[in-house]
């Protein structure tokens, strides 16, 4: 007779065991063989050698589900006691490589497009990625989605989720509030993509513990972010000097993607997007990877395609337009030019 104690203090036990232990009646279905008892967050094994260690191994599959997704059906449970491979291997095969994490409830999030589904694929072979793209394209939800995975399979310790705070010409410094209650606003789309993925009170453990941190561009000055995953969301509105200064912090084990829409800068008309420079002078480096997202990869109403198009149709006017004046005006000097020698 072997025993065997296995502790669940990294899981949520209810997820465990199931609503009126539904699971645990499963766990026990599978192993009639062993006498199965559950005392807290702990359970104790008790039968033949080789039956216990089948069920540690099948257990510790669900357990290493659990800790990495936070939720697991009673299907799939009881799929996974009765198959030689982890849960999430199974899970690659039904579902495909375009499955990025699992969120709250099961949720699956995956990379919907092709561009989608190629910036996960860079972002495994290079450690810096430019995701450029208009509105509702995934960028930044798939970027956020590509951490929460790292660090959920412990190639991260953390997370670090920043913007440029560039907003209608508004100053953090007149807002109303303490700080948080400041830049909040600005960073509420990281905290909705964070929502999706992660349970509440995980979510808030994170926070809490700055495994995750969501804070504004200018508070990365200075510091070595290393052996994390860090997203610059909304680039177009960095200057120069401040891509910069986000690119020089990365450290040695760290992985970063920089996202924004070359049609959305919010700077002042006195200032350049660092954005533009940083995507010509670092194209050919290698390690740092280029994606260009598009309206077909829009996710969000119908009509925003559309409204993509309208808006690309209309620069393309105004930039025929403004053309046409240079070329006049540049007709019209050098016609000046020619008169003014002619009279001389």
Excluded: C, W
Excluded at 189 to 200: F, N, R, V
């Amino acid at each position: 007779m072997t025993e065997a104690i296995i502790n669940l203090e990294t899981v949520n036990p209810i997820e465990f065991f199931g609503i009126n232990n539904n699971k645990f009646d499963i766990l026990k279905r599978k192993f009639p063989l062993l006498k199965i008892l559950s005392r807290g967050s702990q359970i104790k094994l008790s039968g033949q050698a080789e039956e216990v260690a089948n069920a540690q191994t099948k257990i510790g599959h669900v357990v290493k589900y659990l800790e990495r997704n936070g939720h697991l059906s009673e299907s799939y449970f009881a799929q996974i006691l009765g198959d030689e491979e982890t849960g999430e291997t199974v899970t690659e095969e039904q579902g495909g490589n375009d499955i990025l994490v699992f969120g709250p409830n099961g949720k699956v999030i995956r990379a919907k497009t092709q561009n989608q589904k190629l910036l996960a694929s860079v972002s495994e072979k290079n450690d810096i990625i430019f995701a450029l793209g208009p509105a509702g394209t995934g960028k930044t939800y798939t970027a956020v989605a590509l951490a929460v995975r790292a660090l959920k399979n412990k190639a991260v310790r953390k997370i670090i989720l920043t913007r440029p705070a560039v907003e209608a010409g508004e100053s953090l410094g007149f807002l109303p509030g303490d700080l948080k209650e400041k830049i909040d606003p600005y960073l509420r789309p990281l905290y909705d993509a964070l929502d999706d993925m992660l349970p509440s009170d995980k979510l808030n453990y994170y926070m809490a513990n700055r495994i995750i941190e969501i804070a504004p561009l200018a508070y990365m000055r200075g510091r070595t972010l290393d052996n994390s995953f860090i997203i610059l969301d909304e680039a177009q509105n960095t200057t120069d000097l401040q891509l910069k200064m986000f690119l020089t912090r990365i450290g040695p084990s760290a992985k970063a993607i920089i996202t924004g829409d070359m049609s959305q800068i919010d700077l002042p008309k006195n200032q350049r997007s660092g954005l533009v420079k940083a995507t010509r002078i670092l194209k050919n480096i290698d390690g740092i990877a280029h994606i260009q997202l598009d309206e077909s990869d829009v996710v969000r109403h119908r009509l925003v395609k559309s409204i993509i198009r309208a808006y690309d149709k209309e620069q393309e006017h105004e930039d025929a337009l403004e053309e046409k004046r240079m070329k006049e005006r540049t007709e019209m000097y050098a016609k000046n030019r020619e008169n003014y020698e002619k009279g001389q």
